[in-house]
């Protein structure tokens, strides 16, 4: 069966610190990979999906990047974090097509 | 962008009660999903429902589609306290490079026993 891994769970950063965020997906193969942010009490808000190994479409202009350096793996990376940059960050997968979206249980990034 | 709307934003009911929920959206689909999730956790798939169906029900769940008004319903029957979360609507577009689901706000329902 498929599995999909997100961690840390949480996370607390200064301002100006760097960030990786790793998530992976087990079971499957060639999966559509996404990242979404969460700010509170507030919907979803699609930051990159990708396709496939290097493939990356971003979503919104900001201070994060993605990169999906294996099939099956899928980071959120930022150099300099920003206070907006607190939320809770979801990664998801979809089979190719496929329609549900399986989601990890996010972690929630704190920029003090 | 978020497709998806849901109205209303907070829901309280009591056990055994209903729950509606109301989602528009803006742009052709071919399917419109929904999703719930608990406090400080990810989404969880509960049902999808094709553009060419009208209404889907799953144990206590009844969805309908209204593309002419381009809208979406979620009724919860005989809920519980357990099915207090937020739940999301989600609607499908493809892009250059890709398939990209975008949810609404979400609606939080709270269900006091």
């Known amino acids: 069966s498929q599995t999909i891994h997100q961690w840390p769970a949480t996370l607390v950063q200064p301002v100006g610190s760097p960030l990786s965020l790793e998530c992976t997906v087990e079971?499957?193969?060639?999966?559509?990979l996404y990242w979404y942010r969460q700010a509170a009490g507030r919907g979803l808000q699609l930051l990159f999906y990708s396709v496939g190994i290097g493939q990356i479409s971003s979503e919104v202009p900001q201070n994060l990047s993605a990169s999906r350096p294996q099939d099956r793996q899928f980071i959120l990376s930022s150099k300099k974090l920003l206070l907006s940059d607190s939320g809770f960050y979801l990664c998801a997968w979809r089979p190719t097509g496929g329609t549900e979206a399986f989601f990890g249980q996010g972690t929630r990034l704190t920029v003090v | 962008s978020q497709q998806g709307e849901e109205d209303p934003q907070a829901l309280s009911i009591q056990e055994g009660e209903n729950a509606t929920m109301n989602c528009s959206y803006k742009?052709?689909?071919?399917?419109l999903q929904w999703y719930r999730q608990n406090s400080g956790r990810g989404l969880v798939h509960l049902i999808l429902?094709?553009?060419?169906?009208r209404e889907k029900h799953s144990g206590r769940l009844r969805v309908t589609l209204d593309t002419s008004k381009k809208s979406s319903s979620l009724l919860i029957t005989a809920s519980r306290a357990a099915d207090t979360a937020s739940y999301f609507c989600a609607t499908g577009a493809s892009r250059n490079s890709g398939y990209a689901l975008n949810f609404g706000k979400g609606t939080s329902l709270l269900v006091t026993p």
């Open positions: 742009t052709s689909i071919n399917n």
């Open positions: 429902i094709r553009s060419n169906e």
């Open positions: 079971g499957t193969s060639n999966p559509n």
